[in-house]
């Protein structure tokens, strides 16, 4: 799952590491004063952490305006094109899937629910057909029933890549790993649902046809690029302007970069819907340009909480710390943020070249650019998230990276530089996004670090919007000499495959949107992918996890930088409020309401 704010920067060092220090140092005294002073909120805060993965504010009123805010629209509000973890949230306002995230706190949100479907799957026992009928009464905004026509043209979107970029296309290679279905805008069939490996023999029932079997089908059918479309109201490339909605709510409004409506589907009903509650009468969604200026209006009661759930800004935090304590939650938000060298930048086609990087690294350091152990995480040891079942943790630590307080190797670096012939050391340029703060922070912090082992390194900013075009483009990264890529990445659902695939595989290397930066190409690695696709049984798919992460770590191929950890806030007025595995360690926003 991709960063999913606008993915960011910092202008100086200095600057950086004075509001870090000013931050840890809020931490540490703040204890709880004044935590329930929360603006105009009404009613005491819940309390520190009252919502990490468990309900605070537990509560069914109906009515109200939930107000987000935000400093990054969607990518794409096209339940097919959308990859933020925000956007796919707040997607389930206004579109349903077979299958959905149950909406509990915490690692059983990231368990599977019927959501248009009145049950979960019948499976074959070779694990190749996946059957369901669809729930009574669920309808569209206009009351015309939802149909298993509708599921199947939805899905068939994902195959439109050429028209509908930017979204997951797990379903397209695992129904059509030929790609020889053409996509529905070039579909010649009558009806335009000429995919064969998804049939609809009534208006009610829906089978999937699997050519090999995968064990995270259904998590794929859970992903809002699952979402039912109906044909007569597509509007191809502009469908994010004013989707039609299969939820609770549906669009009223929608001004790109500045504001979001969505008010009652008053065709909607509770009866055919055991996910959503639906309890506020109208949400919207008001975007801002300055992140400082949207957490101050957070904190003065102006707004209930950030739409982008990447935490507070630092001064954000300080304030928030001091004065807000009880309505602040310091959730792990799934996110591994790294450092990735691509091996088709010489000297990173060495392992021992990687080695020194490694090696070499103030990880405390960059811990603290990225905003210490509480609004940055725990030093990151290894490529798995917490979240994913086959993560050890810290307890993996091949490199030693949280030892020794996370102080570098500098003799395993310089040992490292010897065996890669590069005794004297070698320069490199780092490549981070223009609008990430955080990011330039933690390059300068491995920029400092390195010149002590003799590594010279130039930061270069590029442009973060355009980061597929660049960073994900082979070509470009290897004439700009990108040695070293700064990302995070999180699961697009709890499973190696839905976290690891897209970094690893091989047949994951694109010429553009490559999200393989190391351009990893092992064998061994494929191999076990293959196997895990295919395996059933829960014990030995956590197993294939634990194995493709050594595989991963022992090539040398990342540096991480911490088990990500945000501080997000929550007002006095929300009820229902709770962290969720689901969307990595986000609020539910579907469970919200409002006192």
């Not at 509708?150 to 439109?160: C, L």
């Not at 490339?237 to 589907?265: A, D, Q």
């Not at 912090?445 to 973060?464: E, M, N, P, R």
């Amino acid at each position: 799952m991709t960063t999913h704010i606008s993915r960011g920067r910092r202008k100086q060092a200095v600057a950086a590491t004075a509001v870090v220090a000013a931050l840890l140092a809020t931490a540490a005294c703040g204890g709880d004063s004044g935590g329930d002073n929360d603006g105009k909120g009404g009613g005491k805060a819940a309390g520190f952490d009252a919502a990490n993965n468990k309900i605070a504010s537990a509560g069914a009123t109906k009515g109200g305006t939930l107000k987000f805010a935000g400093a990054q629209d969607a990518d794409s509000w096209d339940t097919t094109r959308g990859y933020y973890g925000f956007a796919w949230n707040f997607m389930r306002y206004y579109s349903r899937q077979l299958v959905t995230s149950q909406t509990q706190p915490g690692k059983a949100g990231s368990d599977l629910t019927p959501d248009l479907a009145s049950a979960r799957a019948e499976i074959s026992d070779d694990g190749k057909t996946y059957k369901y009928t669809l729930r009574d009464g669920i309808t569209w905004e206009d009351g015309k029933p939802i149909t298993s026509q509708d599921v199947k043209y939805g899905i068939q979107r994902v195959w439109a890549q050429d028209v509908l970029s930017g979204g997951p296309i797990y379903l397209k290679d695992v129904l059509d790993p030929k790609g020889e279905y053409p996509g529905p805008y070039k579909d010649k069939s009558k009806d335009k649902l000429g995919l064969k490996a998804i049939e609809t023999p009534d208006d009610k029932t829906i089978i999937f046809k699997l050519p090999e079997a995968n064990s995270d089908f259904e998590e794929m059918l859970a992903l809002t690029s699952a979402s039912p479309v109906r044909q007569d109201k597509d509007t191809k490339s502009k469908y994010g302007l004013k989707p039609f909605s299969s939820g609770p709510y549906k669009f009223e409004s929608y001004t790109p970069n500045k504001e979001i409506t969505l008010v009652r589907n008053t065709e909607w009903k509770q009866s055919s819907d055991p996910v959503r509650k639906a309890l506020p009468d109208k949400v919207t969604v008001t975007l801002f340009s300055n992140a400082d200026e949207m957490d101050n209006r957070i904190l003065a009661g102006d707004y209930h909480l950030d739409i982008n759930q990447t935490g507070l800004s630092p001064q954000g935090r300080i304030k928030a710390l001091k004065d807000h304590k009880n309505n602040l939650d310091n959730p792990v938000s799934g996110y591994i943020r790294y450092a990735v060298f691509p091996q088709t930048v010489a000297p990173f086609d060495n392992i021992e070249c990687r080695k020194a990087v490694i090696y070499g690294a103030d990880h405390k350091s960059l811990q603290t650019a990225r905003g210490g152990p509480m609004a940055g995480g725990d030093i990151g040891t290894n490529m798995l998230p917490p979240s994913v079942p086959g993560s050890e943790g810290q307890k993996y630590d091949p490199y030693g990276l949280a030892q020794n307080d996370g102080k570098p190797d500098e003799a395993k670096a310089k040992d490292a530089l010897k065996k890669c012939g590069k005794p004297n050391g070698f320069k490199t340029t780092i490549a981070v996004r223009n609008n990430k703060p955080v990011e330039v922070a933690t390059a300068e912090s491995l920029q400092a670090s390195l010149k002590k082992i003799g590594i010279t390194v130039d930061i270069d900013k590029y442009d973060g919007s355009q980061t597929s075009g660049i960073i994900g483009n082979p070509k470009v990264v290897k004439d700009k000499n990108y040695g070293i890529i700064i990302m995070g990445w999180g699961p697009d659902f709890p499973s190696v495959q839905g976290y690891g695939q897209p970094l690893w595989d091989s047949k994951y290397i694109l010429d553009s949107g490559n999200n393989n930066f190391a351009m990893i190409n092992d064998k061994a690695i494929d191999g076990n992918f293959d196997k895990f696709v295919t395996e059933l049984d829960d014990a030995k798919k956590e197993q294939l996890a634990t194995q493709i992460n050594h595989q991963v770590m022992e090539g040398a191929y990342y540096l991480p930088f911490v088990f990500e950890k945000f501080i997000n806030f929550r007002s006095s007025d929300l009820t229902n409020v709770y962290t969720t595995d689901a969307y990595s360690g986000q609020y539910d926003f579907i469970s919200l309401g409002l006192k």
